[in-house]
């Protein structure tokens, strides 16, 4: 059995590029990723995840990729980079992506291979020490945790305070 596998027009390819250029020109992070022997079924999975974080992922030619870099003013040549390449772009929070990478790497053959945050590539180690990193809504509930923790032992205190008052009280009264 046979497949043939019939070469991108020329419209075709500017569409591409006009994407990646139009998405890279809107994210806030985005992440290299060989996908080489990930099945079309996992690969919808990642999509769906990171759909959920504000996110997506998008398989593309290096070449492409190079052309539409290059036109965005980012210095970055794809073609050094090894395997499959997809990018995921984050169009939100800079950590929830490289979680559900990182996170999905554990189960199935995904690797990060670096990633572009604002105009600076960052390289794979970078990228992991940046999906260790508490997500937004992890930060921000530690932050309310600790401006509350001050508060919530400041009426301790009062409480105890009446509770020794009414305990004098009830023995003052009994006598």
């Known amino acids: 059995m046979q497949i043939f596998i019939m070469a991108l027009t020329r419209k075709e390819k500017e569409e591409i590029i006009k994407d990646i250029r139009e998405k890279?020109?809107?994210?806030?992070?985005?992440?290299f990723v060989n996908y080489k022997g990930l099945k079309a079924r996992d690969m919808e999975d990642l999509r769906n995840q990171l759909k959920d974080?504000?996110?997506n992922i998008m398989v593309?030619?290096?070449?492409?990729?190079k052309i539409a870099l290059d036109k965005e003013g980012i210095d970055f040549n794809p073609e050094s980079l090894e395997?499959?390449?997809?990018?995921?772009?984050g169009f939100g929070d800079i950590v929830a992506p490289a979680k559900v990478i990182n996170e999905f790497s554990k189960d199935f053959?995904?690797?990060?291979?670096?990633?572009l945050l604002e105009k600076?590539?960052?390289?794979?180690?970078k990228v992991k020490e940046l999906a260790d990193l508490p997500g937004?809504?992890?930060?921000?509930a530690q932050l309310v945790s600790t401006i509350a923790a001050p508060l919530s032992g400041?009426?301790?205190?009062?409480e105890g305070n009446v509770r020794n008052l009414i305990t004098v009280l009830d023995k003052a009264s009994k006598k």
Not at 24 to 31: C, D, E, H, M
Not at 84 to 89: M, N, Q, R, S, T
Request: proline share 0%.
């Open 136 to 140: 937004k809504k992890q930060l921000k």
């Open 24 to 31: 890279a020109s809107k994210q806030t992070v985005v992440y």
């Open 60 to 65: 593309v030619k290096k070449t492409l990729a």
């Open 83 to 89: 395997g499959e390449l997809a990018f995921v772009f």
């Open 109 to 115: 053959s995904i690797e990060i291979l670096g990633a």
């Open 120 to 125: 600076d590539v960052l390289e794979t180690e």
């Open 53 to 55: 974080c504000n996110a």
């Open 154 to 158: 400041f009426v301790g205190v009062l």
